[in-house]
């Protein structure tokens, strides 16, 4: 009898017992291509990604995982690729809202006459936060889930970056002179430990100093900058070596070329996001390899701007992580669609070798991800979908004419692709974008304010 009830109990149990065995998931995605960018460069046709909180915890086969987890929520990506969210590790955000202010001049006069005094009489915290409002939507569209941005107020930047569920690695400007925040050497470094301090830890924002360049930063600016980062184990973001004249005054005025001249001032290192690198000759390209600083190559700013074009199969064969960036959205390229950036890597490279063998379509889209990643120095968490890391996955559709057929996919990417293609983002676990729809920001509300802001910063430069 006793015996009778205790096999009565299991069996009634069992399937409950069954269940139970299965782990539990906050997301899985589903049945899609995914593009793993992981070290041996997997991809797994009808694989899935498997999100508890934040984090990965699964990539694999469908079939092999579907039976191990119970997600509390599932996307079904059959017939679509899945891809680690995109990194944009060089842009000035809140600078969508001088979009188109003033284009085709030399850069002296694009600064002297039109950006410098938009920024005096405009700038202020309320403009970066719509600024930012309007980047954060259009980087999300293009499948960007970490940016890398400097500017001023970068604290209210962080705030909408944060509210709007993006990762982002945001500088405060040091400059030589008042910046539209901060009027003195002093006030940036107070501003900046500040910031420094009130986002250590946070999940999504990394707070950062970015001096802003060589030629406009004294050497204590620029050392006094990196100390305080070095002091918060923060990064640096700095313009490097992006213009002739740039490398000609370092010549001139430091005897060596603006990477030896960081390097000798002690601030390059293995926490510093240089930005442009156009001008390293091959010395150059071997200390930022050693120092293992990171590069960001932003090809439309540099084809927009003339600036030069930087050596980048010569920086990748020597070792240093070279990512991708839009720069702008203001001057020197005007929009933040990273996706234009991967296929223009690759075809600036080949014009400029004449020879399309020169940077290939599986190399650019190695550097808006995982290469990216390290360029930013966050490899270890972000870049590819690998067990352990954080949940920024993207989903990209193959519904379009000019997605079918398919040969190739790294060829797909770079060069037929689009940001509209993207459909769904998703950052640190949390869906941002769902079917194109955007979940975290209101859009509308955005480019109703850019509108706005159109109307009275033309005024403010008296044009129409
Ligand atoms: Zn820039």
Redesign the pocket.
Known sequence: MKLLRYVVLVSSLSPCLFAQTKESADLTIAGGTVVTMDGARTILNDGAVVVKGDTIIAVGPRTELEPRYQPKTSIDARGKLVLPGFING???VPMTLFRGLHDDVMLDEWLRRYIFPAEAKNVNEEFVRWGTHLAAAEQIRSGITTFAD?YYFEDAIAEETKAAGMRGILGETFIDFPAPDNKNEGEMLGYTEKFLRKWQNDPLIHAAPAPHSIYTCSQKTLQDAAALARRYHAPILI?VA?MKKEWDDSEKKNGMSPVQYLDKIGVLGPDVIA??CIYVDEKDRSTLAQRQTGCVH?PS?NMMLASGVAPVPEMRAAGVAVGL?T??PAG?NNDLDIMEEIDLAAKLAKITKMDPRALNAKAVVEMATIDGAEAVHMEREIGSLEKGKKADVIIISLDEPNAVPMYDIYAQLAYALKASDVQTVVIGGRVVMRDRKLLTLNEEQAMARAREYKKTIAASLGIP
Request: proline letters at 0%; glycine letters at 14%.
């Open positions: 060089h842009t000035h400097m313009h992006e930005a442009h932003n700013s960036g720069d702008g020197s």
